[in-house]
């Protein structure tokens, strides 16, 4: 529980459920990007790196450049 790292393999899959697998992998590795990005910071942070940024852009409601 809680290690989202792991993907489907959308190739053992046909048709419609590879695109639905494609898509839901798609959407893990949106969520663990900007939480591995803010695990990253929060580190630098806790050893006195204030000049720790992100390595992405991420849209929506959390928009950081």
Not at 18 to 41: F, Y
Request: net charge negative.
């Amino acid at each position: 529980a809680g290690d989202i790292n792991g993907r489907i393999d959308e190739y053992k899959h046909l048709g419609e459920y590879r695109k639905l697998v494609h898509e839901m992998n798609e959407l893990m590795q949106a969520i663990d990007n900007p939480i591995k990005d803010t695990a990253n910071i929060l580190l630098a942070m806790s050893n006195n790196d204030y000049e720790a940024k992100f390595n992405n852009e991420y849209q929506g409601i959390h928009f950081v450049r």
